[in-house]
């Protein structure tokens, strides 16, 4: 889901007075300052394993979502997440959320978790003398407004809070300051198979100077490689976090560069795009093909919407859909989606309009779930480099602890 704008504003909030047996356990347990976890810092590669939920329906199918947990605060609280590329924040629905998007999600509770401080988009304390805002106070309050081509757009409202996150075997934690929603649309957040989104996009896209999780992790671990990757299989898939899923890989990774890394975005240059031997679109004023883990079919912009969607006509033959390829020509590798790959069970072509404003969005091209099954993707945190290798095609994804790359094999990925 793309993170489409971003507004901040000082505002003048009643912090909302916890009562019941939540406001009890609190009294006596709230101290005035933080009590700070000790944080494992991530030492070695780690692996997120990621299960596919669907169940929202889109036309031509279902949308699928590949999700997993993290743990948040002392003592943790598990929530699921999206892992989004194509946003840079942790939103959480906040425990004091009382939208039916929160209400039917897991919520994040800072008044339960004893190293939960109230901070400022920058970072900085609310309130210096106590952990957790009371009364009235200014303080910081974020808007961000998605846009998902399976669910819709919508827009998030939250406060920042600074927590201990959790993610991964082994298990590997850091600081960072996440956004507690107090106000969640119904669409697209509703519908979600997920409590909350854990942005992976580059620092562009993130609130706040520690609010990216990649950011936070990879600075406090200076000997991991700053890198990431995403497999997704039939059931399951795997983030891999400072390494990769080797096992995974059908041939080695072929990088090219993040085109315009400024932006956010993980994003390639696209010099044409084919269906079959017809091009379909010559990208004259430039294509971009952005990764987006956080939707699950194929997103085309508007414009070309009509003319990609009108030529990728398949039909039933023994059981299986049978029409043409779609191609992306990258320069030097295609990313080929096949019509079993492309089309729902009905053998229509799974594809969502786009609805980005333009200029800052032309020829965009939204790499989702559909094609995270087919090219393992790997992401370059500090070099702003992507790479795409051919999956092996296995009924479904084992899950198999990401291994650190060996010597030999850096030279192959670094290619
Ligand atoms: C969410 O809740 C706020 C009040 O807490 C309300 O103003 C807003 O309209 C609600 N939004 C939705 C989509 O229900
Ligand atoms: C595409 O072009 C190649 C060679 O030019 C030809 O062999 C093939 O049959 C064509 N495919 C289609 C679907 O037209």
């Known amino acids: 889901m793309f993170r489409v704008a971003l507004g901040i504003a000082g505002i003048l909030l009643t912090a909302l007075p916890v009562s019941g047996d939540l406001g009890a356990a609190l009294r006596r347990a709230s101290p005035t300052k933080p009590v700070f976890v000790p944080v494992t810092p991530m030492t070695s590669s780690v692996v997120v394993p990621l299960r596919r939920v669907s169940g929202h329906k889109v036309e031509g199918g279902e949308a699928v979502f590949f999700v997993g947990d993290i743990n948040v605060g002392n003592p943790p609280q598990q929530l699921t997440v999206v892992f989004d590329t194509s946003s840079g924040d942790v939103v959480l629905p906040h425990r004091a959320c009382h939208n039916t998007s929160c209400l039917e999600h897991r919520r994040f509770s800072p008044w339960e ?13 609310v309130d ?13 309050v974020v808007t961000l407004d998605y846009s998902q081509s399976d669910l819709g757009d919508g827009q998030v409202k939250g406060v920042m809070v600074r927590d201990t996150l959790c993610v991964g075997v082994p298990q590997a934690c850091t600081n960072l300051a996440l956004l507690a929603a107090i106000q969640m649309d119904e669409r697209p957040f509703r519908s979600m198979p997920s409590d909350g989104i854990v942005g992976l996009g580059l620092p562009a896209l993130t609130t706040g100077p520690t609010s990216s999780l990649l950011g936070q992790l990879f600075s406090m671990a200076p000997q991991v490689l700053p890198q990431f990757g995403i497999a997704f299989g039939q059931d399951q898939g795997e983030l891999h976090l400072g390494g990769h899923g080797l096992a995974r890989l059908a041939g080695p990774l072929r990088w090219f560069p993040v085109d315009h890394p400024d932006k956010g975005f993980w994003q390639v240059a696209i010099r044409s795009v084919r269906v079959g031997n017809h091009t379909v679109d010559n990208c004259q004023r430039g294509c971009h093909g952005i990764i ?35 191609i992306f020509d990258l320069g030097g590798m295609e990313l080929t989606l096949s019509s079993s790959d492309y089309s729902g069970s009905d053998c229509k072509p799974q594809v969502g309009r786009l609805d980005l404003d333009e200029p800052e969005f032309v020829g965009v091209y939204a790499f989702g779930g559909t094609m995270l099954r087919r090219y393992y993707t790997a992401f370059d945190w500090d070099q702003h480099k992507l790479g795409f290798a051919p999956l092996v095609r296995t009924s479904s994804v084992s899950s198999h602890r990401g291994q650190p790359i060996p010597d030999e094999l850096a030279g192959v990925l670094m290619v």
């Open 292 to 326: 987006d883990t956080g939707v699950s079919r194929l997103g085309i912009q508007k414009h070309t919407f009509p003319k990609v969607k009108a030529a990728l006509v398949s039909s039933r033959s023994r059981g299986r859909c049978v029409g043409p390829d779609l």
């Open 113 to 125: 978790s004893l190293s939960s401080s109230d901070v400022n988009h920058d970072g900085g304390r």
């Open 128 to 140: 210096d003398r106590v952990r957790l805002a009371r009364g009235r106070v200014k303080r910081d």
